[in-house]
């Protein structure tokens, strides 16, 4: 049973964020808003409110591990799970911008984290956590990356148009509202059966939060993504993977850790090496091919990649 209410709380945590993101984008529109800006700033923030409202909620609650672990599990179901189905789809092609600036700050994310959650390892501390002070790191971290975005919003380097809902201004406001509502209902139901799954089954909330928790929540970026690739928008098709997974450690890890400094437990560590070895694999597999282009033996050695992941992480051999 908590497994079914666990599920059933993505229901209106992911219908939210389509509201939301709907009515948030008509209302730019009838301010007349570029829709290059509604791109990379309502669609991107949107895709990601899952994982943001779930982290907020879980690290409010006290229930540090299980926020961890949502936005590390998010990253590596990102980049292993949904870009290796676009590639097996369709060979990507990716342009000179992803390739030698968004992916590497993709893995400059990765490796920051590592770095500022290992206390123990690296300065000899009791403890390791991800404090208030490395939030705010984090976040000075978003602020380089959304002005990069700034950059190439007035160079025009993005294409890729946004489809914009048409609806009253009345009707958008009173959309947005339940969409906000049907949030923060959806992660609150999340976080509590979460955490009643794992006690009910004795095993660490880490892993339900890498699992089900995190393939959950990225349901938003497989769709756009997946979308994408099947109508050759390989720009939105990558752009939305490697945005999210910047989005996801820099803002909502940086706000979740001034909210409640989130310590490191259990193999976490294990996870952080996981993150960065995908986003180290992907930009290297740029560089395998002819061009800048992931080919469908790469997208399916991600999902190789990831499943050998996830048997390792849930020990299901070793529970035979």
Same mark, same amino acid.
């Given at each position: 049973?908590?497994?079914?209410?666990?599920?059933?709380?993505?229901?209106?945590?992911?219908?939210?964020?389509?509201?939301?993101?709907?009515?948030?984008?008509?209302?730019? $529109?009838?301010?007349?808003?570029?829709?290059?800006?509604?791109?990379?700033?309502?669609?991107?923030?949107?895709?990601?409110?899952? &994982?943001?409202?779930?982290?907020?909620?879980?690290?409010?609650?006290?229930?540090?591990?299980?926020?961890?672990?949502?936005?590390?599990?998010?990253?590596?179901?990102?980049?292993?799970?949904?870009? $290796?189905?676009?590639?097996?789809?369709?060979?990507?092609?990716?342009?000179?911008?992803?390739?030698?600036?968004?992916?590497?700050?993709?893995?400059?994310?990765?490796?920051?984290?590592?770095?500022?959650?290992?206390?123990?390892?690296?300065? $000899?501390?009791?403890?390791?956590?991800?404090?208030?002070?490395?939030?705010?790191?984090?976040?000075?971290?978003?602020?380089?990356?959304?002005?990069? #975005?700034?950059?190439?919003?007035?160079?025009?380097?993005?294409?890729?148009?946004?489809?914009?809902?048409?609806?009253?201004?009345?009707?958008?406001?009173?959309?947005?509202?339940?969409?906000?509502? *049907?949030?923060?209902?959806?992660?609150?139901?999340?976080?509590?059966?979460?955490?009643?799954?794992? &006690?009910?089954?004795?095993?660490? &909330?880490?892993?339900?939060?890498?699992?089900?928790?995190?393939?959950?929540?990225?349901?938003?970026?497989?769709?756009?993504?997946?979308?994408?690739?099947?109508?050759?928008?390989?720009?939105?098709?990558?752009?939305?993977?490697?945005?999210?997974?910047?989005?996801?450690?820099?803002?909502?890890?940086?706000?979740?850790? *001034?909210?409640?400094?989130?310590?490191?437990?259990?193999?976490? #560590?294990?996870?952080?090496?996981?993150?960065?070895?995908?986003?180290?694999?992907?930009?290297?597999?740029?560089?395998?091919?002819?061009?800048?282009?992931?080919?469908?033996? &790469?997208?399916?050695?991600?999902?190789?990649?990831?499943?050998?992941?996830?048997?390792?992480?849930?020990?299901?051999?070793?529970?035979?």
């Amino acid at each position: 049973m908590d497994l079914l209410l666990l599920l059933l709380g993505f229901i209106p945590l992911l219908y939210g964020a389509t509201l939301l993101v709907d009515s948030a984008t008509s209302l730019a $529109g009838k301010l007349n808003i570029p829709n290059i800006v509604i791109g990379l700033t309502i669609v991107a923030f949107g895709t990601s409110s899952p &994982e943001l409202i779930v982290n907020l909620l879980a690290a409010a609650s006290g229930n540090t591990e299980l926020a961890l672990g949502n936005i590390v599990g998010s990253n590596i179901f990102n980049t292993l799970v949904i870009l $290796g189905l676009c590639v097996v789809i369709v060979p990507v092609a990716v342009k000179s911008n992803t390739v030698w600036i968004e992916i590497p700050l993709c893995l400059l994310a990765a490796v920051s984290l590592l770095v500022l959650a290992n206390d123990a390892l690296i300065d $000899g501390a009791v403890f390791s956590v991800i404090s208030r002070n490395d939030g705010l790191i984090l976040l000075l971290f978003f602020l380089i990356f959304m002005g990069y #975005n700034v950059s190439m919003m007035l160079r025009g380097s993005f294409s890729d148009e946004v489809s914009v809902k048409d609806y009253k201004v009345i009707s958008a406001v009173l959309l947005l509202f339940i969409g906000f509502a *049907l949030l923060f209902v959806g992660g609150r139901i999340i976080v509590i059966y979460a955490v009643r799954l794992a &006690e009910s089954f004795g095993i660490a &909330e880490r892993i339900i939060a890498l699992t089900i928790v995190s393939a959950g929540t990225s349901l938003p970026e497989l769709a756009t993504s997946v979308i994408a690739a099947r109508k050759n928008s390989f720009d939105l098709a990558v752009g939305n993977i490697v945005g999210s997974n910047i989005f996801n450690v820099f803002f909502i890890l940086g706000i979740s850790a *001034l909210l409640t400094p989130i310590p490191l437990q259990g193999n976490a #560590n294990l996870d952080l090496l996981v993150n960065i070895l995908a986003s180290l694999l992907l930009f290297i597999f740029l560089f395998t091919g002819k061009g800048r282009q992931l080919e469908r033996w &790469e997208g399916l050695l991600f999902l190789a990649a990831y499943l050998a992941y996830l048997i390792y992480i849930t020990g299901i051999f070793t529970s035979l």
